[in-house]
């Protein structure tokens, strides 16, 4: 049981944050051929081409909400057919948005319950969150819905959304991690 969770957050598009920010207003072509989101397409891809064919796999794309790709929750990899969607859908997806982990990994539990591996093309830390008491609570950081968040609170964040996390405790989460610009947690 792999669930495959590809952040396609704006920041997706460059490592450097005055290009992101170029990108942030181009039209939706010139985002798919950012620089950093063919790596990150790549990646994903190269995922899916060798999760074991005995495997049934979910692949979900997330910035501030998350989308099942495929048409359906769940894919059977040894159907040659169905991963070749997968991959295809991979190509159409367009960079734009915040990162919101906690909504990802929520959802993907939802999609997948009985998850044993789960693999994360990210650049960093999440920048979006769902309201929260237990995010309230968090010194310094008030005001997640904020445009700018520090990455103080980014960590916190993160810490947050893994630790609030429905995974369950037997899953095997791997990451890979894309450079980004100024974010040295």
């Given at each position: 049981e792999v669930?495959?969770?590809i952040d396609m957050s704006a920041s997706m598009m460059h490592e450097e944050l005055i290009e992101i920010i170029k990108l942030k207003n181009a039209a939706p072509a010139k985002k798919q051929f950012a620089p950093k989101w063919q790596r990150t397409k790549r990646a994903a891809k190269w995922l899916l081409?060798?999760?074991?064919?005995?495997s049934?796999?979910?692949?979900?794309?997330?910035?501030?909400?998350?989308?099942v790709l495929g048409?359906?929750?769940?894919?059977?990899?040894?159907?040659?057919?169905?991963?070749e969607k997968l991959s295809k859908e991979i190509d159409?997806?367009?960079?734009?948005?915040?990162?919101?982990?906690?909504?990802?990994?929520t959802e993907m539990?939802?999609?997948?319950?009985?998850m044993t591996n789960l693999y994360i093309v990210t650049d960093g830390l999440p920048t979006l969150a769902n309201p929260s008491r237990k995010l309230n609570q968090i010194r310094g950081c008030k005001g997640f819905k904020a445009k700018i968040i520090?990455?103080?609170?980014?960590?916190k964040l993160f810490t947050h959304s893994i630790s609030d996390a429905p995974l369950k405790?037997?899953?095997?989460?791997n990451v890979v991690l894309l450079p980004l610009e100024g974010d040295p947690q």
């Open positions: 669930g495959i969770l081409a060798r999760v074991p064919k005995t049934r796999v979910s692949v979900m794309a997330f910035n501030d909400s998350a989308q048409g359906r929750n769940i894919h059977n990899a040894k159907l040659a057919p169905s991963m159409t997806l367009v960079p734009n948005q915040g990162t919101n982990l906690h909504n990802a990994l539990r939802k999609t997948m319950p009985n520090s990455g103080e609170c980014r960590a405790r037997s899953t095997e989460v």
